[in-house]
């Protein structure tokens, strides 16, 4: 028996990919915690991706310990002076992070960081590569004054 590859491709050009074969993928929710039948809750895929995303862009490097590199620092430019220059650092810093540690799990379609006073706000466009699904979903997060 043979088969051919599926080569469909959604508008972004991007092949979704078959999970892989074995038993079937459980994906926990982040943050942790119990759900209402009192076992660790799970997420979709696709949401699990967004979680993933999430601890990228808030975790500082040097946090987890195994893994010193991951993050790209974004809360600790929060209350540096806003500029061009800073926004031009924001961007460049966000899309390299997502790249080296997502660029496996993801597509970036659009990308814009904004730092106003103490808030931090990611505007995010992607494809997850093995759904073949677009998101567009925004972080945000905020240091209290």
């Known amino acids: 028996m043979t088969?051919?590859?599926?080569?469909?491709?959604?508008?972004?050009?991007?092949?979704?990919?078959?999970?892989?074969?074995?038993?079937?993928?459980?994906?926990?929710?982040?943050?942790?915690?119990?759900d209402s039948r009192g076992r660790t809750a799970e997420a979709a895929y696709d949401d699990h991706v967004r979680d993933l995303i999430e601890q990228l862009l808030f975790t500082s490097p040097g946090e987890r310990v195994m893994h010193p590199d991951f993050g790209c620092g974004l809360l600790d430019l929060v209350f540096a002076p806003n500029s061009p220059e800073l926004a031009a650092t924001l961007q460049l810093s966000v899309q390299a992070a997502l790249q080296r540690w997502l660029g496996d799990v993801i597509e970036v379609?659009?990308?814009?960081v904004e730092s106003?006073?103490?808030?931090?706000?990611?505007e995010l466009a992607y494809v997850v590569r093995r759904t073949g699904s677009q998101r567009h979903d925004v972080f945000e997060s905020g240091v209290a004054a």
């Open 116 to 122: 106003e006073d103490n808030v931090v706000r990611v």
């Open 3 to 34: 088969s051919t590859p599926n080569t469909a491709q959604n508008a972004h050009g991007v092949e979704p990919t078959a999970p892989p074969p074995g038993p079937a993928r459980t994906d926990l929710a982040f943050p942790f915690r119990i």
């Open 109 to 112: 379609v659009s990308l814009d």
